[in-house]
């Protein structure tokens, strides 16, 4: 296997596609992963947008009022990544560089995801600190951030280092 700009690209994987063919089920299945995320932070940002006008929001701490406008500049940012596949695909369309969107796109939902986990650990360390105090939300949001690492980054490098061993020997 090679791995050429984040986009790998198998030898022989026993698929019979052109390169090209190769590129639109890499940028299908990158779609795919953008509408899962796209719901997410949809209802996400939707949950967020309707706190301030809650009874309780004007009892918020300043650190918990800071707290909730970092989680709001997030939710905007990842919406603005994500839609940047968008606009990406409709500047690069038929100008045959679907490579080039693959490989942005891919980067894009990369930073995306980093900045999903940040905001889902952030709130509900916010939901927690609101109803049970300052430890739980810290503690809660530290034990979110173990269970992120765990699923999304260390299981998924153990589960390649053994594919990859097994291809290999």
């Given at each position: ?7 790998v ?81 409709r ?79």
């Amino acid at each position: 296997m090679t791995k050429r700009h984040n986009v790998v690209t198998a030898q022989s994987d026993g698929r019979n596609e052109s390169s090209l063919q190769r590129l639109d089920r890499n940028w299908h299945e990158l779609l795919q992963e953008l509408r899962v995320l796209q719901t997410g932070i949809q209802i996400l940002v939707g949950f967020l947008l309707t706190l301030p006008f809650q009874a309780r929001f004007p009892d918020l701490d300043p650190f918990q009022v800071t707290v909730y406008l970092i989680l709001v500049i997030l939710a905007a940012l990842i919406t603005v990544l994500l839609l940047a596949t968008v606009v990406m695909h409709r500047t690069f369309f038929q100008l045959h560089i679907k490579e080039a969107l693959v490989v942005n796109s891919d980067r894009i939902l990369r930073v995306a995801m980093l900045l999903v986990a940040l905001i889902l650990m952030g709130t509900v360390g916010l939901i927690f600190d609101i109803v049970l105090g300052r430890a739980a939300g810290t503690v809660t949001a530290l034990g979110l951030a173990a269970v992120v690492i765990g699923l999304w980054v260390v299981l998924p490098r153990l589960i390649r280092r053994r594919h990859l061993r097994h291809v290999d020997g």
